[in-house]
């Protein structure tokens, strides 16, 4: 991994853009159903990320971290109403291409073009350049691809006809946790082979590998489970579209247990972005020399647990506040749609006692015309 000064980003006008960034996230998940507050927090982070690149400087690898974190956060509340993620509009098809350029620029750079580091050039590599190419930059060519494939097969829901298809979803099930193992299995042993001097002094990316692991686990399983249980008209299964009333209780739980270990996953990137790659851990966690009160009991691995500690925290605090209200209209409508179906049951039959009791306190022949019998009594003369 590349070397990284905690004395430069770790300043409060770094910091600040970045936090308006998970605000804006937040915020977006909270008010998910109004379109105008999505558009504002879609263009609130994209001015603040531009901000924090361009003119405080922070590194690409510093920002990059944060928004794959983002992107877990967005798919912890999108699993939490389908097993599937998908893409319903045109903006969210606009935001798979966004992200998939990037990701292709990388992969192009590390295989058929020249990287300059900050830009590609589209100047063709020999086949013996890529062969002396340094070996982790061949993985990223291999990570990249995986994620273009992972949103990919997102951006495809976007079309019905393969949003709606049980062939593609079937096929779906699989691709989208494949390329999260497969991004996952890189990140735990990735190595850009510097020197143990400018090495990276904690070890987080297998911790975030094996998140990854039991979020496309998770994901996996539940779609697995919505399999199982029929749907309201008898046809196959729908995972792209939510369950009315969010379907049966063990679904909704086990969608909102994926949605926790994407949050999981989500949360450790941001508290590692602040702290190792920010280089916060500077000012508050590794103060001083190795004699400082402040070290004591401190080592890498008891920071690691410390920041996957306030990431089991903060997912829980997220699921509970933010997913859980999300999708809490589903979890109790269907006690409210048998109280509505027996309100209005009761409304039906109401005219109908109302009948019955009249009937029954009116005495014999009241309400007739005069000289007119009751047709019982009538029947009764003419049979004798």
Not at 182 to 201: F, N, P, Q, R, Y
Request: include cysteine; glycine fraction near 6%.
């Amino acid at each position: 991994m590349p070397p990284i000064d905690p004395t430069l980003q770790c300043e409060a006008a770094n910091a600040l853009p970045m936090l308006l960034n998970l605000v804006l996230l937040y915020t977006s998940a909270i008010y998910r159903n109004r379109q105008l507050v999505l558009a504002a927090c879609a263009l609130g982070v994209v001015a603040s990320t531009a901000y924090a690149l361009n003119v405080r400087g922070i590194k690409e690898l510093t920002l990059a971290h944060l928004m794959v974190g983002a992107l877990g956060f967005e798919g912890a509340v999108r699993v939490a109403k389908t097993p599937l993620f998908t893409a319903n509009s045109r903006a969210e098809l606009a935001f798979c291409a966004l992200c998939i350029f990037p990701n292709l620029m990388v992969t192009l750079g590390e295989t058929f073009f020249h990287n300059s580091g900050h830009s590609l050039t589209f100047t063709q590599r020999s086949f013996a350049e890529y062969q002396h190419n340094h070996f982790f930059k061949k993985q990223h060519a291999f990570l990249h691809s995986a994620i273009i494939m992972l949103l990919s097969s997102t951006a495809s829901s976007y079309w019905p006809r393969l949003r709606r298809s049980v062939r593609v979803q079937a096929a779906r099930v699989f691709i989208e946790p494949s390329c999260l193992v497969a991004v996952a299995m890189i990140l735990m042993t990735h190595d850009h082979g510097a020197s143990t001097t400018t090495k990276h002094e904690l070890d987080t990316h297998p911790i975030i590998g094996a998140l990854m692991i039991l979020a496309a686990l998770c994901h996996t399983v539940t779609a697995g489970v919505h399999y199982a249980y029929p749907t309201p008209t008898g046809g196959p299964p729908d995972l792209c579209t939510p369950l009315p009333g969010g379907g049966p209780a063990p679904l909704r739980l086990l969608r909102l247990a994926t949605a926790y270990a994407y949050m999981l996953f989500a949360i450790f990137l941001f508290v590692d972005t602040f702290m190792e790659y920010l280089g916060c851990r500077a000012v508050i966690v590794t103060v001083g020399d190795e004699h400082d009160p402040a070290r004591v009991g401190w080592n890498p691995r008891t920071e690691e647990s410390t920041y996957l500690a306030a990431a089991v925290l903060g997912a829980v605090f997220t699921l509970s506040f933010v997913i859980v209200p999300l999708v809490g209209d589903g979890l109790h409508s269907d006690s409210r749609n048998a109280d509505k179906e027996e309100s209005e049951e009761r409304s039906a039959l109401l005219p109908l006692a109302l009948v019955r009791a009249s009937d029954a306190e009116m005495p014999p022949g009241a309400g007739l015309e005069t000289g007119e019998r009751p047709p019982s009594e009538g029947s009764a003369e003419g049979s004798a």
